[in-house]
Nanobody
């Protein structure tokens, strides 16, 4: 059974940076990937980044690369999402989730990874950006 625990969410001001952590256990790193998703009020859950656990190959949703950086630490079984230059639109719950056999293609309609391609999920961590 896989477990995913997110942490690192906080209340910050616009322009600041934040690094979220997803610690996983029981996930076969040889052929699984982990994605980071955000759910902002009024919008569907959006997959912003994904990383393969065996080699660190990463992918990003359209328009997300640059401000969002996904990385992993194999020694601690952690996947991180660094968010730079936070904006009020980034406010929401951030989740990590696993996907068998690597990262899927970006969903063309939305420009994000689709949440239906990932399971199971962590409980999420809240990010609030306001001045």
């Amino acid at each position: 059974q896989f477990t995913l625990v997110e942490s690192g969410g906080a209340s910050v001001q616009p322009g600041e940076s934040l690094t979220l952590s997803c610690v996983h256990s029981g996930v076969p790193v040889g052929y699984y990937a982990i994605g980071w998703f955000r759910q902002v009020p009024g919008r569907d859950r959006e997959g912003v980044a994904c990383i393969k656990l065996n080699n660190g190959d990463a992918g990003y949703a359209e328009h997300m690369k640059g401000r969002f950086i996904i990385s992993l630490d194999k020694d601690t079984d952690a996947v991180y999402l660094q968010i730079k230059d936070l904006k009020s639109d980034d406010t929401g719950m951030y989740y990590c989730a696993t996907r068998r056999f690597g990262c899927p293609p970006i969903y063309q309609t939305s420009g994000f990874y689709s949440p239906s391609d990932f399971r199971p999920w962590g409980q999420g961590t809240q990010v609030t950006v306001s001045s």
